[in-house]
């Protein structure tokens, strides 16, 4: 920055005073209070190279962007869900603008399992605040190569449906394997679409993992493919329900597990995601992650100390992660039409997918005549372009939405997919 030093990292808080679930639910309020009451108590502000800034608020040609949204906007989207997305845009804004090293959005409502069409809430999540944020830094600063590390316990399922067909955005998940926890996706044969093998990387570890097993699982799955892919942009969707306080997940990483974890992976923006130790782990996990992300000393971080020590990592889950390391660099090097799950049709590319929408309305305005539950219906045709990532046709349907079809061009469309999309728009067939 002219006339003053650049600031080291940024932080966007957004705690959302007003807004939860409901008053009991593990997605409320005082997620973030006492995160922010612990950088206080710690004096992380006092640092020259940290400093705090606002959010704001998201539009609504932000979200579309990203998403799909066959119903009004604000029936899955309330204020607070707006400034989260804000909040994450803000961030990638202070990267973007060079006007701090690093930004990290403490925010909610959380995001990662949104996915490309909006029918209802999933997950605690409405809106993919990470995929708003990317796509609002394209459309302003032209960033192309983007890579998202998902560290949340549960599978980024809704940033991964968003970009299954994109090669120039890297999703990789480490998450809590989806046969033991919600939503039950991202097993390592996921690996993207036909036109995007191998830019989806999902890590499934097994329940009680801890440090060793997270931090081998980084270094020699994450660190390596990042290196690989040479982003412009590192974005960390930092969950931190790993951790072995929270009570709705089963693993047993710690704070300063977070930090070396982050110290690896390098971003260049975090954007909270869950968490629900709202005081054993999420004022330390912040903590040790702004430390971390800052260049300070986190090796000082203390965290209340569980009563038999902490936890470690069992040995046959360190054998499970070192194969788990083989078979992913295999399996990306392996030809992506016999296993993208799409089927070849007359130069499209075409999957079915249902998708089950679980959270309520965001709204009491909407409680009495929107359906707790929404089951949508989705096909998808994907243009097999020689060009570009090829545009892509969405059919899709619900109990809110009778039916309706959808062109979504890529962020680099070559001109013979502008002028396809342009016939579908048009209302001519796309075979």
Not at 215 to 236: G, M, Y
Not at 333 to 356: H, N, T
Request: contains cysteine; negative net charge; glycine residues 8%.
């Amino acid at each position: 920055m002219e006339g003053r030093e650049m600031v080291k990292l940024g932080l966007i808080f957004f705690p959302a005073y007003d807004w939860a679930i409901s008053p009991t639910h593990p997605e409320r309020e005082e997620r973030l209070l006492y995160t922010h009451d612990q950088l206080r108590e710690e004096g992380l502000f006092d640092f020259p190279g940290i400093r705090e800034y606002r959010p704001r608020a998201a539009q609504a040609e932000d979200v579309f962007r990203a998403h799909i949204c066959p119903a009004p906007l604000e029936t899955v989207a309330a204020v607070p869900h707006m400034i989260s997305a804000g909040g994450a845009i803000a961030a990638g804004e202070l990267w973007a603008q060079k006007k701090a090293e690093k930004a990290f959005a403490l925010v909610r409502p959380p995001g990662h399992h949104a996915t490309l069409v909006v029918h209802g809430g999933r997950g605690f999540c409405n809106i993919n605040n990470e995929a708003i944020m990317i796509e609002k830094l394209r459309q302003d600063h032209g960033i192309k190569k983007v890579a998202i590390v998902d560290t949340d316990c549960h599978h980024g399922d809704g940033t991964q449906d968003i970009y299954w067909h994109d090669p120039d955005t890297l999703f990789i998940s480490l998450h809590q394997d989806g046969r033991t926890l919600y939503p039950g996706s991202g097993a390592y044969e996921e690996m993207g679409g036909p036109k995007a093998w191998g830019s989806t990387i999902n890590i499934p570890l097994p329940p009680q993992t801890g440090d060793e097993g997270f931090l081998l699982a980084t270094r020699d799955i994450v660190r390596p493919i990042l290196d690989e892919f040479k982003p412009e942009l590192v974005i960390n969707s930092a969950g931190q329900d790993n951790h072995f306080t929270d009570p709705i997940t089963n693993m047993k990483f710690t704070a300063k597990g977070y930090a070396q974890m982050s110290t690896i992976i390098d971003p260049d923006v975090a954007v909270l995601e869950g968490g629900y130790a709202i005081q054993g782990a999420l004022p330390y996990t912040n903590l040790a992650i702004i430390m971390a992300m800052a260049g300070l000393d986190w090796t000082k971080v203390k965290e209340p100390m569980p009563k038999y020590g902490f936890p470690t990592t069992k040995k046959e889950t360190i054998e499970y992660v070192k194969k788990l390391t083989e078979n992913i660099h295999k399996r990306r090097k392996e030809p992506a039409p016999l296993q993208s799950g799409s089927v070849l049709r007359d130069g499209w590319w075409e999957r079915e997918r249902r998708i089950f929408s679980d959270t309520h309305p965001v709204t009491k305005e909407y409680a009495d005549r929107w359906p707790a539950y929404i089951n949508e219906r989705r096909r998808e045709a994907l243009r097999d372009c020689p060009d570009c990532p090829g545009v892509l046709v969405v059919d899709t349907s619900s109990e809110v939405c009778r039916g309706g079809r959808y062109v979504r061009l890529p962020h680099n469309p070559c001109p013979k997919c502008q002028e396809v999309a342009k016939n579908i728009e048009d209302g001519r067939p796309i075979h």
